[in-house]
């Protein structure tokens, strides 16, 4: 499996990107797709989990309501739209896949995930 994140750059407060997730070499069918990201000098913080399998999208409770994970089922790719954006966002954004294939109670362990994306720059201005 392969991840590949684009997407990511400058953006204002209140601004908004949208990141995408291109996986090659498994089905989305068959794998749970998580977003981390890492801040300079910070552990890496779970911010969501979206599979096919999950009737709801999981998402940590410091981006719910700003944040959105979707797939886009011919492009084998998942985004993270992430809309009214704030300085404490800036951070290094992950996509990574467990091929478990469903968000379950241990989504947020990124221990959990199997495989990994190298990463794409965000940075929100104040």
């Known amino acids: 499996v392969q991840l590949v994140e684009s997407g990511g750059g400058l953006a204002p407060a209140g601004g908004s990107l949208r990141l995408s997730c291109a996986v090659s070499?498994?089905?989305?069918?068959?794998?749970?797709i998580g977003w981390f990201r890492q801040a300079p000098g910070k552990e890496r913080e779970w911010v969501s989990c979206?599979?096919?399998?999950?009737?709801?999208?999981l998402y940590a409770a410091s981006i719910q309501g700003r944040f959105t994970s979707s797939r886009d089922n011919g492009k084998n790719t998942v985004y993270l739209q992430m809309k009214s954006l704030k300085p404490e966002d800036t951070a290094v954004y992950y996509c990574?896949?467990?091929?478990?294939?469903?968000?379950?109670?241990?989504?947020?362990?990124?221990?959990?995930?199997?495989?990994w994306g190298q990463g794409t720059q965000v940075a929100v201005s104040s």
């Open positions: 070499g498994f089905s989305l069918d068959d794998l749970a």
């Open positions: 990574a896949a467990d091929d478990l294939g469903y968000c379950h109670a241990e989504a947020w362990r990124d221990r959990i995930y199997d495989y």
């Open positions: 979206w599979s096919s399998r999950n009737v709801k999208t």
